[in-house]
């Protein structure tokens, strides 16, 4: 016993000095779901820690602006390495701009803060209409009533809110209904608009709404945020989910974004408890509503002006900067260059940055790699060159300036930005076995010059003398260190083993159970037996909904997902009501359950 725990100290010591010492440091990032809302929207921050498994507690910023009603938190631990995430619900007190400040956090011996974040609150009409007299109750002499006006955004919102807005007070005589809009219907290729799709809402509905996202033409889609927020339309209160698109055109012409839907079960009975409104679905239809389709007209970028460092680019606001792993060298050394491009929209499209020929420098061709970071709503890319240079020749030689352009829309006018330059000292070469004499000629001149040959050729002898076995082997010291670690890597299995071997029993007795299981409860309980080993998801007492989501995060497949949802309540619907369900018996019942479990298996992961 003593051995193990020493084992395991001695395994765990060195991770828990390095957490403790804090060697690599912690990252903190703050975010919100929307930089825009009106008064009625709720806004989160999420702030995430990365670095340390310890109880931490970030310190919020003064917030006048705000009141924070709700709070929570999640950890994550994967490989030793902890991710801790914070999230604050909080309601506008008045509207106009904000910021909010730095949230800080002290640990160790720093103090880490994140980036302010502006917001802007708008104000809304939020006053009740009152309701037209129906023709019941009307006078004979009453002059007939116009329709009441259409609630308008206030004007100076941005103009996808403001789109979506107007949208949805077009359509507030629904209690279901879907609208979509884009910031900007005629983009040039490679610039970035955003698509907002909103689901409105005023009575609830079941738990399980399969959405569908928009289809594309002609158009990159990549997701940003999603969010929910508050409107009222006619007196009425509704709720909505959005969803926001990053989108950029191809080709020059014509783009369309496709409609969106739900799908969605309406619960008739607002008394119903949660548990009633679950299984309400019986006799039911299932009804669906779609979003307008949302054309755009994709322009091509003038050829007028257009530099040749031009690679795609459009946008405003980049940024660009060079450097190299290492500034003195020996010729014939590898010196790697790595050039970053970091702004708005997406990079991806982008073509590769192209290299000229550099006096003192063989140059190999460029890799880059591209990707994209949701942030506060929008969308932020990079893109990352990579070449290596080596140099031929000792002396001072220097990496140019390296121009690459973008073009401005709102300026209509291309923009350039270049790196700063960087000089390399390269040293006479001191490797005698290449062939070559890299420090016999101080500069490469004007003309071709024989540095050496390329090719030596090697005399072996006939028989050359060969060493014994066990000599060989007592050379081969790597053996010592790889029987070291299969020691240790034993010495871990053995000590988890026994977890595991309770883990199969215990499935075996859940696989078991339902083979003879006599009555629904009997696969209800086979079910969550399984649920809990494989996935750690405990069923007990959860709604539907949130059984399904602890599915999805920790690894179980969304189609798997859906049928362990339909299992589960026809399941229930027998257990509590004890009728035959389109000739689905507990037989039947068991049968489904195993091949779930058995699916789980080959697509789900322990």
């Given at each position: 016993?003593?051995?193990?725990?020493?084992?395991?100290?001695?395994?765990?010591?060195?991770?828990?000095?390095?957490?403790?010492?804090?060697?690599?440091?912690?990252?903190?990032?703050?975010?919100?779901?929307?930089?825009?809302?009106?008064?009625?929207?709720?806004?989160?921050?999420?702030?995430?820690?990365?670095?340390?498994?310890?109880?931490?507690?970030?310190?919020?910023?003064?917030?006048?602006?705000?009141?924070?009603?709700?709070?929570?938190?999640?950890?994550?631990?994967?490989?030793?390495?902890?991710?801790?995430?914070?999230?604050?619900?909080?309601?506008?007190?008045?509207?106009?701009?904000?910021?909010?400040?730095?949230?800080?956090?002290?640990?160790?011996?720093?103090?880490?803060?994140?980036?302010?974040?502006?917001?802007?609150?708008?104000?809304?009409?939020?006053?009740?209409?009152?309701?037209?007299?129906?023709?019941?109750?009307?006078?004979?002499?009453?002059?007939?009533?116009?329709?009441?006006?259409?609630?308008?955004?206030?004007?100076?919102?941005?103009?996808?809110?403001?789109?979506?807005?107007?949208?949805?007070?077009?359509?507030?005589?629904?209690?279901?209904?879907?609208?979509?809009?884009?910031?900007?219907?005629?983009?040039?290729?490679?610039?970035?608009?955003?698509?907002?799709?909103?689901?409105?809402?005023?009575?609830?509905?079941?738990?399980?709404?399969?959405?569908?996202?928009?289809?594309?033409?002609?158009?990159?889609?990549?997701?940003?945020?999603?969010?929910?927020?508050?409107?009222?339309?006619?007196?009425?209160?509704?709720?909505?989910?959005?969803?926001?698109?990053?989108?950029?055109?191809?080709?020059?012409?014509?783009?369309?974004?496709?409609?969106?839907?739900?799908?969605?079960?309406?619960?008739?009975?607002?008394?119903?408890?949660?548990?009633?409104?679950?299984?309400?679905?019986?006799?039911?239809?299932?009804?669906?509503?779609?979003?307008?389709?949302?054309?755009?007209?994709?322009?091509?970028?003038?050829?007028?002006?257009?530099?040749?460092?031009?690679?795609?680019?459009?946008?405003?606001?980049?940024?660009?900067?060079?450097?190299?792993?290492?500034?003195?060298?020996?010729?014939?050394?590898?010196?790697?260059?790595?050039?970053?491009?970091?702004?708005?929209?997406?990079?991806?499209?982008?073509?590769?940055?192209?290299?000229?020929?550099?006096?003192?420098?063989?140059?190999?061709?460029?890799?880059?790699?591209?990707?994209?970071?949701?942030?506060?709503?929008?969308?932020?890319?990079?893109?990352?060159?990579?070449?290596?240079?080596?140099?031929?020749?000792?002396?001072?030689?220097?990496?140019?300036?390296?121009?690459?352009?973008?073009?401005?829309?709102?300026?209509?006018?291309?923009?350039?930005?270049?790196?700063?330059?960087?000089?390399?000292?390269?040293?006479?070469?001191?490797?005698?076995?290449?062939?070559?004499?890299?420090?016999?000629?101080?500069?490469?001149?004007?003309?071709?010059?024989?540095?050496?040959?390329?090719?030596?050729?090697?005399?072996?002898?006939?028989?050359?003398?060969?060493?014994?076995?066990?000599?060989?082997?007592?050379?081969?010291?790597?053996?010592?260190?790889?029987?070291?670690?299969?020691?240790?890597?034993?010495?871990?299995?053995?000590?988890?083993?026994?977890?595991?071997?309770?883990?199969?029993?215990?499935?075996?007795?859940?696989?078991?159970?339902?083979?003879?299981?006599?009555?629904?409860?009997?696969?209800?309980?086979?079910?969550?037996?399984?649920?809990?080993?494989?996935?750690?998801?405990?069923?007990?007492?959860?709604?539907?909904?949130?059984?399904?989501?602890?599915?999805?995060?920790?690894g179980c497949p969304e189609p798997l997902v859906k049928r362990f949802e339909t299992l589960w309540q026809r399941v229930d619907a027998a257990r509590f009501a004890?009728?035959?369900?389109?000739?689905?018996?507990?037989?039947?019942?068991?049968?489904?359950?195993?091949?779930?479990?058995?699916?789980?298996?080959?697509?789900?992961?322990?």
């Amino acid at each position: 016993m003593w051995k193990r725990i020493l084992l395991i100290l001695c395994l765990l010591c060195p991770m828990a000095l390095h957490a403790a010492l804090d060697l690599n440091g912690i990252t903190m990032t703050a975010s919100v779901n929307k930089t825009t809302l009106t008064m009625e929207d709720e806004l989160i921050l999420t702030v995430t820690v990365d670095g340390t498994a310890s109880n931490i507690s970030p310190q919020l910023p003064s917030m006048p602006a705000f009141n924070v009603y709700a709070r929570s938190s999640s950890k994550q631990i994967n490989n030793f390495h902890a991710v801790t995430t914070f999230e604050y619900v909080m309601l506008p007190r008045f509207p106009g701009k904000t910021t909010i400040g730095p949230v800080t956090l002290s640990y160790g011996n720093k103090i880490y803060k994140t980036d302010p974040i502006d917001i802007t609150v708008f104000r809304t009409n939020t006053a009740a209409k009152q309701p037209a007299r129906s023709a019941k109750n009307a006078t004979p002499s009453a002059s007939p009533k116009t329709a009441a006006p259409i609630e308008q955004a206030p004007a100076d919102m941005p103009p996808l809110e403001r789109d979506l807005y107007n949208a949805a007070a077009r359509n507030g005589d629904k209690d279901f209904f879907m609208v979509a809009a884009v910031d900007n219907n005629s983009p040039y290729v490679n610039q970035t608009a955003t698509l907002g799709v909103r689901f409105y809402y005023t009575r609830p509905f079941l738990d399980n709404a399969p959405y569908t996202p928009p289809s594309i033409s002609n158009l990159f889609m990549e997701e940003i945020s999603t969010s929910e927020g508050r409107q009222t339309i006619g007196g009425k209160a509704y709720l909505y989910m959005e969803k926001r698109y990053a989108v950029s055109g191809v080709t020059p012409g014509k783009a369309q974004a496709g409609a969106a839907s739900v799908r969605y079960i309406p619960a008739t009975n607002l008394r119903l408890s949660m548990f009633d409104r679950m299984f309400a679905a019986v006799g039911q239809e299932e009804e669906t509503v779609s979003s307008n389709v949302v054309p755009l007209t994709i322009r091509a970028v003038p050829e007028a002006g257009k530099p040749k460092s031009f690679y795609g680019a459009v946008g405003k606001g980049y940024t660009i900067s060079a450097s190299a792993d290492r500034t003195s060298v020996e010729a014939g050394e590898a010196v790697n260059l790595t050039v970053n491009v970091n702004g708005p929209g997406n990079l991806k499209p982008t073509s590769d940055l192209k290299l000229s020929n550099m006096t003192g420098f063989k140059v190999y061709d460029v890799v880059s790699n591209s990707g994209t970071v949701p942030a506060n709503g929008a969308l932020k890319s990079y893109k990352i060159f990579k070449t290596v240079l080596v140099p031929v020749s000792s002396g001072t030689y220097t990496i140019p300036a390296l121009d690459w352009s973008y073009f401005d829309p709102q300026a209509g006018a291309y923009r350039t930005i270049r790196t700063k330059p960087i000089s390399i000292e390269v040293s006479p070469s001191t490797k005698a076995d290449t062939g070559f004499d890299f420090g016999a000629h101080s500069d490469l001149g004007g003309g071709f010059r024989q540095l050496g040959q390329d090719i030596r050729y090697l005399k072996a002898d006939i028989a050359p003398e060969q060493d014994s076995l066990l000599s060989t082997l007592a050379r081969w010291n790597f053996l010592t260190y790889i029987f070291v670690a299969l020691l240790a890597v034993c010495a871990v299995f053995a000590l988890l083993d026994k977890k595991t071997l309770a883990g199969k029993r215990a499935l075996a007795k859940a696989r078991a159970q339902l083979k003879n299981a006599e009555s629904e409860e009997a696969v209800a309980d086979a079910l969550s037996v399984y649920l809990a080993i494989r996935y750690g998801v405990h069923t007990a007492s959860l709604p539907l909904r949130n059984i399904s989501a602890a599915l999805k995060k920790r690894g179980c497949p969304e189609p798997l997902v859906k049928r362990f949802e339909t299992l589960w309540q026809r399941v229930d619907a027998a257990r509590f009501a004890p009728v035959d369900l389109q000739g689905e018996g507990t037989a039947e019942l068991s049968r489904q359950a195993a091949e779930l479990m058995k699916d789980m298996d080959k697509g789900g992961r322990l």
